[in-house]
């Protein structure tokens, strides 16, 4: 999923921060009803994709900020880092 997530947030990079959803990411990973606790999918899809970016990539991401409904996480504020930066 880390090439998935690079060429989505490769159109982000001129953005300091970024929302999205899990629905939209999940939609653009093509995942389905895979990992539908926000916890697994944060520990098993967005931490190993933003080290590997960060060690790898001329763009990453870090995870600013949860967005909730309530006690609900329903998508995350993306910091959107460049190497250049």
Known sequence: YTI???QLISH?????Y???TL???RDFLQLGKKYPN??????NILIPA???LKEQGDV????????KI???IIGYILKIVSKGN
Do not use: M, Q
Not at 38 to 43: I, L, Q, R, S, V
Not at 60 to 67: A, C, K, L, R, T
């Open 4 to 6: 998935r997530l690079y």
């Open 12 to 16: 982000w990079r001129d953005k300091a």
């Open 18 to 20: 970024k929302r999205v």
């Open 23 to 25: 629905e939209e990411i």
């Open 38 to 43: 926000p916890y697994d999918f944060k520990k």
């Open 50 to 52: 933003s080290i590997e």
């Open 60 to 67: 990453w991401f870090e995870i600013y900020e949860s967005i």
């Open 70 to 72: 309530g006690r609900s």
